[in-house]
């Protein structure tokens, strides 16, 4: 089955406690993106990838960091979490077609993680 | 940076009614996107438009692509409990996937 997933599905963290989670794709995406959701906020792209060793910041990259050293895997990564950042976190993933990232997204099913 | 405006915000309906919610932009868009959330999942895709004035249907769901590039609507026919959701257009205006922003949602809800 086609799909994104993204572990852990809930996670209660302490403030400055490095913290990683991971996303994985089996449709051979070459495009990968991670979103923070917030009430009120919609969706707030914090990283994303056009293809391994491809990334860039979104919107809201501060306090994140990602790699791409696979295309399959995109991990996030909170080198010292803070309490600003609890949030419900989406990786989603697509193909390209021809020059352009056209095609739409897939996402996971989130990650939702608590910082006290 | 851009920014998409999606309204309503939040619908209470009920069931049988019909659904209307859009989306603006100040910008020329190449692509709009509709999304549905459900409670505790991630959005999963509902239409896709690519074209100016393009008019797509997806059973109940029909949505438009503006003839201006600049906005896009979706209509839920006859809506039923399982409606329920948040419901995100997203628009990509530069070709490249790394464009792709979001509205911040219309939450609709629906009395049986």
């Known amino acids: 089955e086609a799909q994104v997933t993204q572990n852990p599905r809930y996670l209660i963290t302490v403030t400055g406690k490095k913290l990683t989670v991971t996303c994985s794709q089996n449709m051979n995406h070459e495009y990968m993106s991670w979103y923070r959701q917030d009430p009120g906020l919609g969706l707030r792209q914090i990283y994303y990838?056009?293809?391994?060793?491809?990334?860039d910041k979104g919107d809201v990259p501060e306090g994140y960091k990602v790699s791409r050293k696979e295309k399959r895997n995109f991990p996030l990564i909170l080198e010292s979490p803070s309490p600003n950042q609890t949030s419900l976190y989406f990786c989603?993933?697509?193909?390209?077609?021809?020059?352009?990232?056209?095609?739409?997204?897939?996402f996971g099913n989130g990650t939702r993680l608590t910082v006290t | 940076g851009q920014q998409l405006n999606q309204s309503p915000q939040s619908m209470f309906i009920q069931e049988g009614e019909d659904v209307s919610m859009n989306c603006t932009s100040s910008?020329?868009?190449?692509?709009w996107l509709w999304y549905k959330q459900d409670p505790g999942e991630g959005p999963v895709l509902l239409i896709a438009l690519y074209k100016a004035g393009e008019l797509t249907s997806n059973g109940r769901l029909t949505a438009q692509f503006g003839i201006t590039r600049k906005d896009s609507f979706l209509n839920i026919s006859a809506s039923i409990p399982s409606d329920v959701g948040i419901y995100f257009c997203a628009g990509n205006y530069g070709g490249s996937q790394g464009n792709l922003i979001f509205g911040k949602g219309t939450k609709l809800s629906v009395k049986p």
């Open positions: 910008s020329i868009f190449n692509t």
């Open positions: 989603a993933s697509s193909s390209r077609q021809g020059s352009s990232y056209n095609s739409p997204l897939h």
């Open positions: 990838s056009m293809n391994v060793e491809v990334t």
